[in-house]
Each structure stands twice: as C-alpha cells, then as structure tokens.
C-alpha cells in the first residue's frame, strides 16, 4: 500500500490568486520575485527538480508567462497543477486545513491597530488575561515584527518581569519572554490561560515566543509554541488515524492541527533539521500511511522579513536536497509539494500575499506526467491522497487527473461549497 509524503514550501506562492484584489494583493508573486532576484545577480535560478515536477509550467499557468529566466525542462513523473484557496483568510490555519480538506468558511477575528501607545487588544479579555495569568501588565501591545520587537522590548522585559504582547496581519496573539528571566514554562502556561479567553475574539492562534541573549543581541529561541483553534471538520489526518493509519508530523504541524489526527510529532528548527527529521519520519512510516512536513524558513525567515536573496537561496537548498528524498521512497510512495499561501518578500509590509500556490504530486511509477490546470480549491490535494492511501473520499475536493487506476474508492459524494 502506498504512503504519502507531504512537504508544505510555507508562503510559497506563484503569482496573485483571482480574488487578489480583495486583500490588496493584485500582482504579488513571491515565485516571481525570486526570479528577478536571480536576474539582478546576472544569473538564473537554479531549481531544476523543482522543474521536473512541474513548477515553471504550473507559475506559467499562474501568471500566463513563462518564469523569468528558467530554462525549458520537461515534467518527469508528476502531476502538477495551480491551485487557488476558497478558504476566506490567507492565514496558515487556513492554508493547511483547506490543503487536507477543511476550507475555512468563516472569518477570522483581527487585532486592529491603534495609536501608538495604545492598547490594541480587547479590554474586557486583556485585563482578564492579565489577572488568570498572574501578571501585572505587558509590555509592546501593538502591531509589530517579531525580531524588531524583541530589540526595543527586551530590556524593558528583563527589568519588569513583564512578557511582551504583540500582533500581526494574521489572527494571531503572540507573546515574547526571555527563557532565561521569565522561564520558558512560565510562558507556555501563559499561552495556555490565554487561547480560551482570546477564542472569543475568533483569533485563531496564540503563539508562544521564547527568546534568549543579552540587550541588543536578542534571538528567538526553536522552542516556538502554536496554541491554535482545531480545524472545524474532519480532515484527511482525522480520518487516517480514526481507520488505525499512522500521521507522521515535523515542524509545526502539530500546532497547526491543535495536535489533532496526529500520532507522532518531530520537533524541528532550521531547514537542516526539517530535511533529517523528513526523513526520520519516512523511516517510522508504515505502509497506508502519511509523512506531513512544514518548511516554515521560507515564510518566517525570509517572507515577513522581506529578504528576497534569503528566500532564493533557501529555495535553491531545497530543490539540491529533494532528490535524495525522492530516492529514498519505496515504488508505491508519493511526494507531494504544495504551499500554504503566499509571502512575497519584495511586496509592501510584511503580510501574507493571497496567491495561488504550486501543487505538485510525484511518483516513481508515474508513466506519464499530466498538467491538471488551475484548481479551485487547496483540498484537492487531500482528496487525491484519500484515493492514494485508500481511505473514503473527503468532503471537500476533486481528484486530480492523471492517477493511475487504484481500487476500494469511491468517488466523492459531497463537492465543494
């Protein structure tokens, strides 16, 4: 029976979605601005694994323009497509469960910004937070990035004892504290008390910050924490478990699911240590079941912070790592590469950008390869790996061409809404 591996390249878009224009997104495109990137250097980029599964042809059926400069390389054993998300937010929640699906058919709650100075979070659920939590205040209260606000506040945190609170374009709530000075239990325990009371904004995330170092030298820590809403219905990993198959999760996945339909987790920080605990997880993975990996680099690191060269490059790392990882599976495994939306790092701020997004399906046996166009929803990949690992059809979804004939499936009864 086959095993299906899962890699999520994290904001990985490929160029604006159809309904851009409702984020202020019309002409993003974070594949794009790669590709210019590489272009200013007087060179191309260089992904070519990444183009024999398909993805200059499906950023072509994304953008209706060859990638910049890459040169023409045939498809080889894939099943490739652009696929737009329905969900109504362009957050990470959102992308993963709509990918194994779950669309999110509803809006998330958002932290507006104010004036500086001001407290931007709900004072009925702030000072609630506060008093459960045993805190005297909190420092920052804003909308701010993530490294910068580490730099002005850490200080400030060292000396009160107080965390710093903070927000983004995203649903998010997220606290920052010093490992060393506050406790890295203390702040998970914090998290902990503030995900019920936050759920009444609709936030969709609390996210546990820890960092170290001394004044001007502050870094955060791997020891990140999601406290995340569980996905409203039943998906792909739900079922899996719920018929004895194993759900094999690295990175962040398991906060990203609220540690839903997973059997066993792999905490890693770094693409290094994403790549070796893939393949750890592949080890461990019986037949039927399924390898689900986050590169979250690619969004944290190089997207909100807008550093295009950063994210070429670690594109580049990637598609050099893959075919190991392709030798490494057995004839009947699939790979699958697919993104969670995007985040163009040449685009103003530091939001996401709401793209469609590369889905890439490859197996060894594949005859043929066969471009499936532009997809309407994210979940056709959930749907299609429910037909792969023989598991009944999902509510969400169509099957993507070009599978070859497989038994003890049935088509979906239910399609999208």
Known sequence: MSRAIVLVLDS?????????????????????????????QGRTLQIPNLQKM???????????????????????????????????????????????????????????????????????????????????????????????VIQEWGDEHIRTGMPICYTSADSVFQIAAHEDYFSLERLLKICEIAKPIFDEAQIARVIARPFKGTSGHYTR????????????????????????????????????????????????????????????????????????SNLVDFDMLYGHRRDVAGYAIALEKFDAWLPQLQASLEPQDYLALIADHGCDPSWPGSDHTRELVPLLLWNSQLGSTTDAGQRESFADLGQTLAKVLKIDSLEHGQVLPGLPDLNLWTEPKVQYV
């Open 54 to 148: 398909g993805l200059a042809h499906v950023a072509q059926t994304a953008t209706g323009q060859w990638p910049l400069g890459l040169p023409l390389i045939q498809p080889e054993k894939s099943i490739y497509a652009a696929a737009a998300e329905k969900s109504f937010g362009k957050d990470t929640p959102s992308g993963h469960w709509e990918m194994m699906g779950v669309p999110v058919a509803f809006d998330w709650g958002y932290f507006k910004p104010g004036a500086k100075g001001e407290n931007i979070f709900p004072a009925h659920l702030y000072q609630r937070w506060l008093k459960e939590a045993g805190l005297t205040g909190s420092l920052a209260n804003c909308h701010a990035s993530g490294t910068e």
């Open 12 to 40: 990985f878009g490929i160029g604006a979605a159809p309904d851009a224009n409702k984020f202020g997104d019309v002409g993003a495109n974070t594949f794009g601005s790669l590709l210019k990137w590489a272009q200013q």
């Open 221 to 292: 820590t791997g020891n990140r924490r999601d406290y995340t809403t569980p996905p409203p219905g039943a998906t792909l990993l739900d079922r899996l478990v719920s018929e004895g198959r194993e759900v094999h999760a690295v990175g962040k996945i398991s906060d990203i699911f609220a540690h839903r339909g997973i059997t066993t987790s792999y905490k890693a920080d770094g693409l290094d240590q994403i790549f070796e605990k893939t393949f750890l997880a592949l080890e461990n993975c019986p037949e039927g079941s399924l390898v689900f």
